[in-house]
Structure formats: structure tokens, C-alpha cells
């Protein structure tokens, strides 16, 4: 039987073999048109004029006979389409299930029931078919027809369901139902009435409260009106308090306008207009806004969402926190929980929906449950996890405005996030805009470097908003009190406010609520403290509760933390939200502006602070069965609440999860924090314990962000060793030993990265998996000491213990990187076949196993060996494959070995600069491995380019640094090389001492070379 979906999903699925037959958007649309119309047969002329509307008629129909043939090869002889040579025509049999069928039978099976029981059964099943909108991403008119009444459909099913179970007596489904209901038409509030009043009868008043507050701000940010008087009505009966508490009645309406025209901001409202206008052409942009706090940089912002909503454009908004307890990639994770992000999302390739799921689990995950986490040696695939939530939130089909606010505190990955997005799609029609507090600009180096890198790429635009001038605050200060003020009261608010737009409207609401004449001078300079201390005291308690969060918060959470009854805190959340200094944010509520959110903060004693925390992470753990997605919050509430213990254990989890979405600086940033706070204790076992397993777990974080050569991993790998060996940890102490040696390698310490993997090696047990690794290291070292035969035994034990692992802390195959490498020793021994197929083999291997950071390593020492044999055609064409590689997965290291390589295959002058860059970027990395063989490389360009002073100069910075670092396999070459700059008898005593070494390393290859030069001199060889 086949499954076709065109409900939220759209494939075709084979239930046999539970394999997709395809996702081909067009495919599934035409079978979704004809299913729309089931049993009616629909004329091709129609069906080829609505597909392909720019095509002439006979193109058109010849369009469609293509897709309808490639429509029968993929249903086979499956008998619900029936073609014939003027019409096609979908009809319903045993043989296939359409969700979209389904719903249908279902709804008029509901609507026909007499029954409540059969109502129920078969209103829940249609329900349950409507798993997303019809066709999402697809805008024809008949799509958004169709869209349009099936969501009607659903939303009277749902009505109906709602009544059946309420008369049923169960209440939670009726809620279920009707909530559900108001996820399809959010504008409508009747929706919104039943479900208040289903939650109070259900004694759930807190969730009635939070429904109101969404229903409010809905309808104020999508047509700019408050609620009717009919459902202020309900929420007022629901909070009206018993007669006996004498409560004074809380106002119906928010302080202050709903809206107000935006105020002197006219220039950079326009700059933005244009902006996305091109931006919803197909021009992606990045917008920041820049301004100090309370200027109206978010109010600009909302002005130009309202535009393009407006216009049918998908508005997503998400905003960074100031607090530690930050989840890595949260506004990208609010954007993809965009209900019409998710219908996009649904439409997605498996393999790009299980990226997705990385970040935004649906509880629907189509990847392997039992699927180890990905690690470090796995670093290459953050590539293809920000494609799949770049192709997410480009699958919507829409133009986008994908909003963040306080950019300042925006974490690493998704800056990095953004420069992907923003650069995969050069036709996309999205506009990223974002704020950013002018005073935090320069207080963050990584943000700095992120907005340089973007005014590059020509994609950002930035506009600076100033405060408003003394008629810019007149013609505010009117707006809100509705009237004007008098020239000394101008001048006494623009003097006192700074033209602050927020200092503005906080001054003017408290002059309007004091009913007072005009704005109270004595209370301008603290408009928000005002603003809070207008709060009764039930409602100030729990605005420092609130504070004290440091983010956005939900009623739940402020209920459980705080010492007040249910009522009460619900009582003071509505009254918070009328004055507005909470507005009601995704599925909570957070302050309507950071400076409320500073202020509170700020009133609360440190001893009450600590006592708050506590409360907070208790409630926290309480309300979070799964406590993985508020980890970072409880670990920063912990540690602000003074239990140390318990704030080192989330820390540590919350870095792992950061670690599972390859988010390096965020795992980094954590697992400092939870080392912080371990070294603060007492020296004892149980510390070095704690210690010694959040370096373990920092170190590849560090490695994937910094390189093998950062001096921060070195010396976090050298304390892991000195910890292990404390405590007797052989195991810990061999990946330390093999992660150390890694690090002294690269920096070129050959001879101290050898002691290291000689030291691993007598550790292991022979045949185990860690011995694998550290024969590697060994055999690695070994070659870069002169010793090739050595190496060349210890690769192929490497490659015998791990087989098919990977190898610890480098990531990638023993079987791939080893042979690769071995190549090398191959044709230094003097066995040039040997070496061409050691390379070829581990180039093959690595395209097999399809594992991306094993091919780059693979083609990179294959590049060596091709230039080792000067086979230039295979050069060049192994040198484009690795740049290309490692440009599209982000990879270090390698690309430099490209550059210096590529300048070398050109065989002239005009290689010199890409070589000088190649090396220039690995000295400044400190990577200075093999660095004698890239100079020398680069010599060969300048004697070409005849620059022999120059060449010279580099053929002695190659032999001081090989004799320095104990990097000697290149040794004999650079002097030989070095041998065609002197006379004729230092040239000969030059290149006796270069065969001589040559020899004793066993490096036959190099002894011919110094052989030949040798005769040339007349100069008999040594031996």
C-alpha cells in the first residue's frame, strides 16, 4: 500500500519497505490536486494551465505528459489514478491512504454521527490526519484556497470535538481541542474565550491568564486593536477576586496606548523599507540596528515587521539573553518553531530533518533513537547541520524577516549560524535584522570580528539611532497623554529623559496614570523605577522573582519558586502585564524592555538574590522531568544560589549538549564555568576527580575551535596528564598522552611529541583499541624524526588494532590517515610504487566510507606524495579536490597545505604568493610541523622566479627550524637544496653531510638526489 502525505509532510511512502518513493514537491502536488478533486476526472488542458501558467498551451501539455510519466513510473501500476488522453482522475481504493482523504471522510463522518461516542471517535481521527497545513511551501492560488478552507474544516472539527468532551466531562481533551483550535486561526477570539473558559473550570487559572495575554498580543501586533469587550469580560470574571479579600479591581485595559506612530524616526524607516524590499526580492541582507538602551532601536524594528507581515511575509522574532544560562542557537531554535517554519520543515529531505532535530526535537525524530551523540572526531558535520536549518527556514518559500534583539549577547554559533545562512542562498528573499546596544558594541571581540567579516561580504546594512531632539519628544510625550505640554515642561522632559524614547513613555505613563497635569519632574531621572513601584506589593515580589531569572520565565515557574499562593502570583503576573512592564513572549513572558529587567535586578539585596536563585533552580527541577533543555539555567541559578556541587554537574551537561550540536565556543564557555568553580575547592581527590573529567571533556572543544596547535589545548592536555597520573587513571592518562602528543606535533616540538607517544605506547595493552592510536603517533613522529622504516612498521600496527575506529583525538580512520602517511616513508625508503599506491589506497578508502575529514586528510598527504614524485598533473587535480573540500566543510589545518602546494604546481613566480599565504597562516596558527618541507617548497618558486638571495634567506630559516624542532625527514633535502647557493667546496662538504644523514635515516630517495648533485660537482660520494 502506498502512504501519500500532503498534510504537514509531503511524500509518498511505499509501507512494504517503509522507504520514501519520493518528496518531489511538483510530483506531490499534482497527486495533491487530483486528490482535492477525488472521483471527479479533471481535464489535462486545466491541470497543465494551473502548473505551468508562463508556458504556452502545447508546452504546458508536453510539461505535463513528462511529469505524468515520470508520475507512473514512481506509482507503478497503482490503480487510484486513472489516465486517460483528455483528463486524469484520482479515486479512492484499498490499494493506497491519503492523509487529505482521510481527513475528509472522517470530518463528514463526524458531522453525520448522531452519537456523541461516534462524534468523538471520528472528529478526533480527522484531527489527528491534520498534522500541518496543506502543501506548506507552495503559494498557487488553488494551494492557498484549499490551505485556507481545510483549516476552516479543522478548526469547526475542533469546535465540535471541544463541545462533545466538555459535556463528556473531560475537560483536559475539550482544552487539547480548543487550544489546537487557536493555533488555527489566532486572530479569531472565540477561540480564545472557550479556552479561558474550559482552563478555569479545569482550575488551571494561570493558563487562562497566559491565553488572555497571548490573545492581547496577538491581535495588538497583527491589526494593532486590544480584545473585545466580550472577552475582556471573561478574563475579568475569571480573576475577580472573593469579596472578603477586598482586592482593588484591576483596570481592563494596559497602561498606556496600544500603539503609537512611530516618532522622528522617518530617514532610517525608510533605509529599512528599502532594504527589504530587496531583501523580499531575492536579495538576502543583514540589517543591525544600533543605538544605546532605550533609544527604540526594537520599536523600528516592529514597524518594518508589521510591513512585511503585512505584505505575506513570514515574520519569525527571537531575542539574546545577558544571563549565563544560555542555550547555544536559541533564536535559530526560536525561528524553526515557527508553526509555518515547522510545515517547511516537514516538506525537508530525511537527512536534512534530522539535522533539524539536532536542535528543535519533535518528538517525531526520524533519526536513529540508539545513534551515539556526535563527537568531536564528527566536527566536520557542523557543516551539514547548519544546512539543514538553513534549508529549514528556506524551504518556507516565503520572503522572511528573522528578527534578534540585543545582538550583544548573541552566542558564537549563531553568529556563525548566520554568515552560513546568509551566504548558502544567494537568491533567497530574507532580511535578517537585529539590534545592538551601541555601549556593548566594542566589549565583545568575537562580535566585532563577526560584523567586520559581514561589512566584507557586502551584506550588512547598519543604521545608528541617536535620541530624539526636543520636538521629537514634544510630538512623543502628546502621543501618549493625548495632549500637549507646555514649553517648560518640554524642555523639562526632553532635559531629564535625554530624548529617550523609553524614559519618554515611561514618564509620560506615570504622568497619565497620576492624572497628573504633566510630567512629575521629580520623577523622571527614575521613570523605571516608577514604573515597578506602581506595582502592588504581591506583584514587586514577584518582579524581583522575575528578575532574578535573568530571561524570559513562565507562570509555572514563577508559581512554583515563589512563596505566594497560585492566585496570587497569577493576580500579579495580569497586573505586571498591564502596566506593562512583563509583555507575554513565546510560550511565558519576559520584561518588556532589558533596562526593566536591569532595574529590578538591581533593587534586590544580595542575601535575597542568593535566596531567589535557589528557589528558581528548585522550581526548575521541578517543573522538568528531562532537565537537558534548562540545563545552562540551572547551572548558573545554582551557582548564583550558592551550591556549587549542583551547579558544576549542569554546567557539565549543558556543555555536552552544546558539544552535540557542535556549538565549540558554547561547550568551551561552559566547561570553563563548571572549572572554575572546581578549582575554588579544596585540593583533595574527589576535586581532582571533577577536574581531570571536565578537561577530558573541554579538550575537543578547544581542538575544534582553536586547532591542534592552540597553546590553551596544550596546556589544558598537559594538566589532564598531571591529573591522570595523580590519580592513577592509565586511561585517561593515554588519551591524554596521545591528545598532548597531537598538540606538540603540530607546533613542530617533534622530538618532545615522540617522548609522549612512546610513553603511551608502553602503557597499553598490545592489540587494544588505544594502542591503535598510539602506535599512529608513534609511527608519526617517528617519520618526522628521519626514522621511515620505524614508521612504516608502527602505521601498519595502527592500522591492525584499529581497523575501522577512529583514532583518539585526531577523528579520523588509522586505515585512511596511516596509509596516507605511509606513503610518505614509502617512497623516502626509496619504493616509489609502493608510495603511489599507499596514497591511491587511503584517497579510495576514504571515498568509501564516505567519511568527509578522512577524505581531506587522505587527499592532503596525497598531495604531498604527488609532489614528492613531481607527478603535477595529479597534483593539481588533488590539490583542487582538498581546497574545494575543506572550503565546504570549514576544515583548518589542511587548507594551508593546499595553498603551498598549489603555488608550488605552478612552477613559476606567480605560485610565490600563495605559498608565502599558506605559510604565513600556519606560523601564525603555530603549526609548524613539516614547516622545513613548505619552505623549502616555497625556495624552489623564488629560485625559479630568479630570486636566489631570497631563496637562500628560506632554505636557512628551513634548516635552523628543522635542527631546532628535531623535524629532520626533510633535513638532507634542504641541504642539498641549500648545497646550489655555495661555492664549489662547501657546496661538496654540504652534500656529503645531507648523504650521510640521508643514509643513516634510511631515506634512499634522498640520497640518489644528493648522489646526482655530487657528480655533477665531480665529487665522488661518500661510502
Excluded at 330 to 339: E, G, K, Q
Excluded at 521 to 540: D, F, I, S, T, V
Excluded at 573 to 586: G, T, Y
Excluded at 754 to 780: C, D, K, N
Aim: glycine share 8%; hydrophobic share 40%; proline share 5%.
Amino acid at each position: 500500500m502506498l502512504r501519500v502525505s500532503v498534510l504537514g509532510e509531503q511524500a509518498i511512502v511505499d509501507d512494504a519497505t517503509g522507504g520514501v518513493v519520493t518528496r518531489s514537491p511538483r510530483t506531490i502536488a499534482l497527486i495533491a490536486f487530483l486528490v482535492l478533486h477525488a472521483g471527479y476526472p479533471q481535464p489535462r488542458q486545466r491541470i497543465s494551465q494551473l502548473f505551468w501558467p508562463d508556458s504556452r498551451d502545447g508546452q504546458a501539455l508536453t510539461n505535463l505528459r513528462r511529469e505524468l510519466h515520470h508520475l507512473r513510473g514512481i506509482l507503478r501500476d497503482e490503480p487510484s489514478l486513472v489516465v486517460t488522453s483528455q483528463d486524469l482522475c484520482w479515486h479512492d481504493t484499498g490499494t493506497s491512504r491519503v492523509d487529505l482523504r482521510v481527513f475528509d471522510r472522517e470530518r463528514q463522518a463526524a458531522a453525520q454521527a448522531t452519537d456523541d461516542d461516534a462524534i468523538q471517535r471520528h472528529a478526533a481521527n480527522a484531527i489527528a490526519e491534520y498534522r500541518g497545513e496543506f502543501l506548506p511551501g507552495r503559494y498557487d492560488d488553488w494551494v492557498l484556497e484549499a490551505r485556507t478552507q481545510l483549516a476552516g474544516q479543522c478548526a469547526d472539527l475542533c469546535d465540535l470535538l471541544c463541545a462533545v468532551r466538555t459535556r463528556a466531562g473531560d475537560l483536559p481533551g475539550a482544552v487539547a481541542a480548543a487550544r489546537f483550535r487557536t493555533h488555527l486561526r489566532p486572530l479569531e477570539e472565540a477561540g480564545y474565550r472557550t479556552l479561558m473558559e474550559l482552563q478555569a473550570r479545569l482550575g488551571d487559572r494561570a493558563g487562562a491568564v497566559s491565553t488572555y495575554h497571548h490573545c492581547a498580543s496577538i491581535l495588538e501586533q497583527e491589526l494593532g486593536v486590544s480584545p473585545d469587550r466580550e472577552t475582556r469580560e471573561v478574563i475579568e470574571r475569571l480573576l475577580a477576586r472573593p469579596a472578603e479579600v477586598a482586592a482593588p479591581r484591576v483596570p481592563a485595559g494596559r497602561s498606556g496606548p496600544a500603539a503609537t506612530n512611530l516618532i522622528g524616526r522617518s530617514r532610517e524607516l525608510d533605509r529599512l523599507h528599502r532594504l527589504w524590499r530587496t531583501a523580499a526580492a531575492g536579495k538576502p541582507a543583514l540589517a543591525v540596528v544600533h543605538g544605546g538602551a532605550g533609544v527604540g532601536k526594537t520599536r523600528l524594528l516592529a514597524e518594518i515587521a508589521g510591513a512585511a507581515r503585512s505584505r505575506g511575509a513570514v515574520v519569525a522574532r527571537a531575542q539574546c539573553f545577558g544571563s549565563s544560562g544560555r542555550l547555544p542557537l536559541a533564536p535559530v531554535a526560536d525561528w524553526l518553531r515557527l508553526p509555518k517554519v515547522q510545515s517547511g520543515t516537514a516538506a525537508l529531505d530525511p537527512v536534512w530533518r534530522r539535522e533539524v532535530e539536532r536542535l528543535v526535537p519533535s518528538g517525531t525524530s526520524h533519526g536513529d533513537p540508539d545513534a551515539p551523540a556526535p563527537t568531536m572526531a564528527d566536527g566536520w558535520q557542523r557543516h551539514r547541520f547548519f544546512e539543514g536549518l538553513a534549508r529549514a527556514l528556506i524551504g518556507v518559500g516565503r520572503p522572511m524577516l528573522l528578527i534578534v534583539e540585543n545582538l550583544q549577547w548573541c552566542d558564537q554559533e549563531t553568529l556563525a549560524f548566520l554568515s552560513f545562512y546568509l551566504g548558502l542562498d544567494h537568491r533567497a528573499p530574507v532580511l535578517v535584522a537585529a539590534t545592538l546596544r551601541a555601549e556593548n558594541a566594542e566589549a565583545e571581540p568575537e562580535l566585532g570580528e563577526w560584523l567586520s567579516a559581514m561589512r566584507a561580504t557586502g551584506l550588512l546594512t547598519e543604521l545608528s539611532l541617536s535620541p530624539l531632539d526636543i520636538d521629537g519628544t514634544a510630538q512623543l510625550a502628546e502621543a501618549i497623554s493625548g495632549r500637549r505640554l507646555s514649553n517648560e515642561d518640554t524642555k523639562l522632559l526632553h532635559a531629564t529623559t535625554g530624548g529617550f524614547p523609553l524614559y519618554v513613555v515611561e514618564a509620560m505613563r506615570t504622568s497619565v496614570e497620576l492624572g497628573s497635569a504633566g510630567p512629575p519632574a521629580g520623577q523622571l531621572r527614575g521613570a523605571l523605577r516608577n514604573r515597578l513601584a506602581q506595582a502592588p506589593p504581591a506583584a514587586r515580589q514577584v518582579v524581583e522573582l522575575a528578575a532574578a531569572v535573568g530571561r524570559d520565565f513562565t507562570l509555572d515557574l514563577l508559581t512554583e519558586a515563589s512563596d505566594l499562593d497560585a492566585d496570587t502570583v497569577v493576580q500579579a503576573v495580569d497586573e505586571l502585564w498591564r502596566l506593562r512592564i512583563i509583555r507575554e513572549f513565546r510560550d511565558g513572558y519576559d520584561f518588556s524592555h532589558d533596562l526593566l529587567r536591569e532595574t529590578a535586578y538591581a533593587q534586590i539585596s544580595p542575601p535575597k538574590r542568593w535566596l531567589l536563585h535557589r528557589r528558581l533552580a528548585q522550581g526548575l527541577e521541578l517543573l522538568h522531568e528531562d532537565t537537558d533543555a534548562v540545563s545552562a539555567q540551572l547551572a548558573a541559578q545554582y551557582a548564583n544560589g550558592g551550591q556549587p556541587a549542583r551547579a558544576v554537574a549542569y554546567y557539565r551537561r549543558a556543555a555536552e549538549l552544546a558539544t552535540n550540536t557542535f556549538a565549540h565556543a558554547e561547550a568551551i564557555r561552559l566547561n570553563k564555568a563548571a572549572l572554575a568553580i572546581v578549582r575554588a575547592q579544596p585540593d583533595r581527590r574527589e576535586t581532582f576527580e571533577q577536574e581531570l573529567a571536565i578537561l577530558e571533556a573541554l579538550a575537543a572543544p578547544l581542538n575544534a575551535r582553536y586547532g591542534y596547535a592552540s597553546t590553551e589545548l596544550q596546556h589544558t592536555l598537559e594538566r589532564t596528564v598531571e591529573l591522570a597520573e595523580t590519580l592513577g587513571r592509565n586511561d585517561s592518562l593515554v588519551t591524554g598522552l596521545i591528545g598532548l602528543w597531537t598538540s606538540r606535533f603540530v607546533q613542530g616540538h617533534i622530538a618532545d611529541s615522540h617522548r609522549g607517544a612512546g610513553q603511551a605506547l608502553a602503557l597499553v595493552t598490545p592489540g587494544s583499541e588505544p594502542s591503535g592510536s598510539a602506535h599512529f603517533a608513534y609511527a608519526g613522529s617517528s617519520l618526522s624524526l628521519g626514522r621511515p622504516a620505524e614508521a612504516l612498521r608502527h602505521f601498519e600496527l595502527a592500522a591492525e588494532r584499529n581497523q575501522s575506529r577512529h583514532l583518539l583525538t585526531v577523528g579520523t580512520r588509522p586505515d585512511v590517515h596511516g596509509t596516507a602517511w605511509a606513503a610518505h616513508a614509502h617512497w623516502l625508503l626509496g619504493d616509489d610504487a609502493s608510495a603511489s599506491s599507499s596514497a591511491t589506497a587511503a584517497i579510495t578508502l576514504a571515498r568509501t566510507i564516505e567519511h568527509p575529514y578522512s577524505l581531506a586528510v587522505a587527499l592532503a598527504y596525497g598531495a604531498i606524495t604527488c609532489q614528492l614524485r613531481h607527478d603535477l598533473p595529479a597534483l593539481r587535480e588533488t590539490v583542487a579536490e582538498l581546497r574545494e573540500l575543506c572550503e565546504r566543510y570549514g576544515f583548518a589545518y589542511y587548507p594551508e597545505w593546499g595553498l603551498i602546494l598549489d603555488g608550488w604546481a605552478s612552477g613559476d613566480g606567480s605560485g610565490i604568493a600563495l605559498a608565502r599565504n599558506g605559510i604565513g597562516n600556519l606560523e601564525a596558527q603555530g603549526s609548524l610541523a613539516r614547516m622545513p618541507y613548505w619552505l623549502s617548497l616555497l625556495a624552489d618558486l623564488q629560485l625559479v622566479d630568479g630570486r636566489p638571495g631570497e631563496a637562500r634567506a628560506t632554505l636557512d630559516k628551513a634548516l635552523t627550524g628543522a635542527r631546532a624542532r628535531d623535524d629532520l625527514w626533510w633535513l638532507p633535502e634542504v641541504s642539498r637544496m641549500r648545497a646550489g647557493h655555495d661555492d664549489h667546496d662547501t657546496a661538496a662538504r654540504r652534500l656529503h653531510e645531507a648523504a650521510g644523514l640521508a643514509r643513516s635515516q634510511g631515506s634512499t630517495a634522498l640520497v640518489e638526489r644528493c648522489t646526482r648533485d655530487l657528480a655533477r660537482l665531480g665529487v665522488r660520494p661518500p661510502g
